[in-house]
C-alpha cells in the first residue's frame, strides 16, 4: 500500500466520508455476441480444450466517478477500439489521450487463491512479472485476500486503509462470477477515476475461471497456457484492448502464448503515461 502525501489523504479520507451513502455504480459489461455453438459430437477432447483458450475475455467493467460523491456510469466495452496504434488499442480515451495509470506509481495486487489449482502457485506472479517488464509499470503482488470479486467493486475500501484498492486478481468460478459463464476462462478490467481533469486508472479487477484453467493446466504446455490469460487479462488492467491480429496476446480470440510485437508496444504505451 502507498501512503501518498498529505493531500492525497486528506482526499481519501473526503471519499470515505462521501462515498459512505453512495452506491458505487454498477458497472456495465458488454458481452460478445455468443455464435451459435457447432455440436461437438466427436471432437477430440484436446480440441476442446484448446478451444477454451481461443476465448480470454469477453468482458469487462470500468467506471469512473468523481470525488464529489457524483458518480457517472462510463460503460466500456472490451474490444472497442477507442485509441489504436500499431497492433494494439486502447480501450477508453479522453482528449489528453488513453486512460492509463501513472507512470509513477506502484501498482498494487492482492490474490484472492482459495480456489488456486494445483500447479498454479506461479502463473500469476509470473504472468504479472510479464506484464510490468514490457509496460515498464512496478507492479507487485503485496499479499493474499480474502475479499471477493464483484463488477461492482469499490475502488477504496475500509480492510485497505486509506489508499486506493489493490487491484483484485482472484481465482472463482462461474457460478460465483457468471461473467465466466461458457467458454470465457477469464475477465479483467480497470477501475478508473477523474480527479484533476485527469481520467486515470487506481485499480481494477480480474476474476480468473478455476475449472477451466485447471483443466488447461493438465495440458502440454498448460502453465504457458495459463500465464498467457494472466497477462491478456492484466493487459486489460492496464488499458489494453483487442486487436484483430489473431497472433497476437490481445487478440480477442486466438491460442498466443507470448506477447506479440503489437502487444509489446501496446503495454509500452501503457506505460508511459503522465506521472500522476
Ligand atoms: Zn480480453
Known amino acids: 500500500m502507498h501512503t501518498g502525501d498529505a493531500e492525497e489523504q486528506e482526499l481519501f479520507e473526503r471519499l470515505e466520508r462521501e462515498f459512505a451513502d453512495v452506491k458505487v455504480p454498477r458497472a456495465v459489461r458488454r458481452r460478445r455476441p455468443r455464435p451459435p455453438r457447432r455440436p461437438r459430437e466427436g471432437m477430440p477432447r484436446t480440441k476442446r480444450l484448446v478451444a477454451w483458450v481461443l476465448v480470454l475475455g469477453l468482458g469487462a467493467w470500468s467506471f469512473s466517478h468523481t470525488p464529489t460523491g457524483r458518480s457517472l456510469v462510463a460503460a466500456v466495452g472490451w474490444g472497442r477500439t477507442a485509441v489504436a496504434g500499431d497492433g494494439y488499442t486502447f480501450t477508453a480515451e479522453t482528449p489528453g489521450g488513453p486512460v492509463r495509470w501513472s507512470s509513477c506509481r506502484t501498482i498494487e495486487v492482492v490474490v484472492n487463491d482459495a480456489l488456486r489449482p494445483v500447479g498454479a502457485a506461479d ?78 486508472y487506481v485499480s481494477g479487477q480480474v476474476t480468473l475461471d478455476t475449472p477451466q484453467l485447471e483443466e488447461m493446466l493438465a495440458l502440454p504446455d498448460g502453465e504457458a497456457l495459463v500465464r498467457a490469460v494472466v497477462v491478456h487479462e492484466m493487459a486489460h488492467v492496464l488499458g489494453l484492448g483487442h486487436v484483430d491480429d489473431p497472433a497476437a496476446l490481445m487478440a480477442e480470440t486466438g491460442g498466443a502464448t507470448s506477447l506479440g510485437e503489437g502487444d509489446r508496444e501496446g503495454l509500452r504505451v501503457a506505460g508511459d503515461g503522465p506521472c500522476l
Do not use: K, M, N
Open 123 to 200: 502463473v500469476v506472479g509470473d504472468g504479472i512479472a510479464e506484464v510490468a517488464a514490457a509496460s515498464g509499470l512496478t507492479i507487485e503482488v503485496v499479499g493474499a485476500t480474502d475479499e471477493q470479486p464483484s463488477d461492482r467493486r469499490a475502488v477504496e475500501q475500509s480492510r485497505y486503509g486509506v489508499s486506493w484498492a489493490p487491484v483484485l486478481v482472484a481465482w472463482t468460478t462461474p457460478e460465483a462470477d457468471p461473467g465466466l459463464a461458457g467458454d470465457t476462462v477469464g475477465l479483467g478490467g480497470g477501475i478508473s477515476v477523474a480527479l484533476d481533469g485527469v481520467t486515470r
